[in-house]
């Protein structure tokens, strides 16, 4: 399963706040973002239903599509293209 190969181990390894900071920038986090990429081409990330708390005009419960790993790999991406020039230090709990 993509989540123990992808977030259990390497975020928590390769973004350890014991680390030094230069080991956690983001070389280490565009590392991430690659592997997050094949995995989302390659279909293995899956789309769930989440409920919204907005109800449309006949009164009913929307249910929304939401994939959890390309919805943390755009923030991820969009965090590491903003802080590249300065360089940013990266900490997974």
Known sequence: EWQNYLIEV????KFHSELPPQER????????LI????????????????LS??????????????NTLLAFYQHLKWLSDCFEEPGISVTFR
């Open 10 to 13: 390497p975020l928590k390894e």
């Open 25 to 32: 920038g983001t070389e280490a986090l565009k590392e991430f």
């Open 35 to 50: 592997d997050a990429e094949n995995i989302l081409n390659s279909g293995q990330a899956e789309w769930t239903g989440s």
């Open 53 to 66: 708390d907005s109800e449309s005009d006949d009164n009913s419960a929307q249910v929304n599509k939401i």
